[in-house]
């Protein structure tokens, strides 16, 4: 241990975890005192049965809701300001996210909002999150962004193609809610890359500056049990895999939420923002090639992750285990069907520039193990470009 650092860890105050642990979400929604909340999610959830499960739950212990169901991918500040006017259109007093990442940092931003006043371009130009937010309870249904454990609000800007993520501890939902069953019905395509996106908080977390002994305990068994449940998860959507799949997630979100994430991330978003691409395959595409790029920033913990992949890392030396890494991800992710290259999914040389202008302005880049120049980041979208 280092004697001269201090650490500070934030975590989501209560979190419960299970098979049909998101029937109990009226009793945790009343037991926070909320008489009215607006239940948000997006359009795709809209026509399955999961926002029934939630606002029969809400029905049955008397809670007043309002279905907000228009969060679209890469959540924008038009859609945040929508579901604002509603919130205070319909009296509502706290909020019940449902769905990816994106509906979860909708109802964050909604909140801040509503407590904190302001406008989103407020906060694009650096107003900050300082009070605390009306209470929120996080229901996540997919297997990979740990918004429900996280006090990040990643937001779009549609104007300038910039994603912001807005990050104060007053973020984090009161209650995260994670229900495995609710992962049955996810696509394979989506178990793929949403699961891709938790191994890259979990690397990142792992290797970022920030890291530190209990964010590490979260983030390398997050990445031993995606080494172990993300390959069954996606060919067979099996229970047990994708409740594997549900606790790494949450693993690698409680301890990005206290590290931040750092080169991939910063990349993955400038590319998510200008060309909408996915936000875990954008993350899954870049992944080998940040790690390479890291590796003799942080040789000993890419070994580590090496070995949590179930590499057999015995007798290499230090930096043909971190290399092990690399080769393990890459193969991780051809097998789940990632595509290999930033082309096959729409990205130009046209956008290169702008993306790097972009990732260099992310707060991720300093707590990167190696500090990376515009060129490197650069030369970098080149080789993913393929
Ligand atoms: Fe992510």
Known sequence: ????????????????????????????????GVSHGLVVTDGGLVQT???????????????????????????????VEKGLAL???????????????SPMDAAKAIGFLAS????????????????PLPPLVAIPTTCGTGSEVTQFAVITDTETHFKLGIGSPFNLPKVALVDPSLLVKLPSRMVASTGMDALCHAIESYTSLLAQPVSDAFSLHAIQMIGRHLRTA?????LTDLTGMAMASLLAGMAFNNTRTTL????????????????GIANAILVPHTMEFNLIGSPEKHGDIAAALGE????????DAARAAVDAVQELADEVGIPHTLREVGVTEAHLEALADDAMKS????????RPTRQDVLALYKKALG
């Open 1 to 32: 241990m280092d004697v001269s650092k201090t650490y500070t860890l934030n975590l989501a105050p209560r979190i419960v975890f299970g098979v049909g642990t998101a029937q109990q979400v009226g009793v945790e929604v009343r037991a926070l």
């Open 49 to 79: 049965d999961v926002p029934g499960i939630v606002t029969a739950s809400l029905d049955a212990a008397g809670v007043k809701w309002t279905l907000f169901g228009e969060v679209e991918p890469n959540p924008s500040i038009l859609t």
């Open 87 to 101: 919130y205070h259109a319909q009296g509502c007093d706290g909020l019940i996210a449902v769905g990816g990442g």
């Open 116 to 131: 904190n006043g302001g406008s989103m371009r407020d906060y694009f130009a650096g107003k900050k999150v300082e009070r």
């Open 234 to 238: 996606v060919a067979n959507g099996n």
């Open 264 to 279: 991939d991330h910063a990349m993955s978003h400038a590319v998510t923002g200008h060309t909408g691409v996915p936000h």
């Open 312 to 319: 057999d890392t015995d007798g290499l030396s230090v930096m």
């Open 363 to 370: 707060g991720g880049i300093v707590l990167n193990p190696r």
